[in-house]
């Protein structure tokens, strides 16, 4: 798994956990040890992490973290006019989504085979995050509509369609879908009337006939999920109290 940490100095950085072997910080050298997130990893075979970090105009630029090359950090700018980027995740492909802001401030989904970028935009949007894709190649984002109000999407033809998908109950803030493994499981965060968030699952998740179940961390006031893997395993963070640290958690769906 992959994720960030605040050290005790307020400085972030990304990191990445191996199964039996201890957390190994991930600091993008371009960052100067400022600030690097770590949002996704590929499914299988070699290790390939994506993320983001924070340069030194105060920008954010996505990269691509592969052991295996001489450099190891690669930045995923974004397509051209692109002023800021984060990279969310990448599937065994090396097939990258994330969103990207330009000049103005709009913020765009993106897709990234190769070196060549599609730009992912839900009909509708003010603005649009690409989360996750699997090695199918579907995408599920995270769409702001005209209310300012989160919304949840998916597209299985790299953004010439897309389905609506929110979770019922939620409240005027939304519902954003996180991440989708290869068996098709989505996983959300959907917002209560009183702003805070819970976490979802659509269990191989059908556009036209999606079945929810809801969840939240014990004790906790919030629940984030994101990454989750092709044996219903997902990790995400939490809150116990609001305005407090956050905790990250794994948790498995029978």
Request: contains cysteine.
């Amino acid at each position: 798994m992959v994720g960030g940490y605040q050290d005790r100095k307020g400085v972030w950085h990304g990191y990445i956990w191996e199964r039996g072997k201890k957390p190994v910080t991930l600091d993008d050298p371009e960052g100067n040890g400022t600030f690097t997130d770590a949002f996704g990893i590929n499914y299988n075979g070699a290790i390939r992490v994506v993320g983001y970090y924070i340069n030194s105009s105060g920008n954010s630029v996505g990269f691509l973290y592969n052991p295996k090359t001489k450099t190891k950090f690669t930045d995923i700018t974004g397509p051209p006019g692109a002023t800021s980027s984060w990279a969310s995740e990448i599937n065994d492909k090396g097939w990258v989504v994330g969103w990207y802001a330009d000049s103005s401030g709009a913020q765009q989904g993106f897709l990234l085979r190769g070196k060549s970028y599609t730009t992912l935009e839900v009909p509708g949007a003010t603005a649009t995050n690409a989360l996750g894709i699997n090695n199918k190649g579907n995408i599920d984002l995270g769409w702001v509509n005209s209310k300012n109000a989160w919304e949840g999407a998916l597209t299985k033809d790299f953004g010439k369609t897309y389905k609506i998908l929110n979770v019922p109950g939620a409240g005027p803030d939304g519902t954003e879908a996180s991440y989708i493994n290869n068996e098709g499981d989505l996983t959300f965060w959907w917002f209560d009337s009183a702003g805070q968030s819970h976490g979802a699952l659509c269990p191989k998740c059908d556009p036209n006939d999606p079945k929810y179940y809801k969840f939240g961390y014990p004790k906790a006031v919030a629940t984030y999920p994101n990454g989750i893997n092709d044996r219903n395993t997902f990790v995400g963070w939490y809150q116990t109290e609001s305005g407090g640290p956050y905790s990250g958690f794994k948790a498995t769906f029978k």
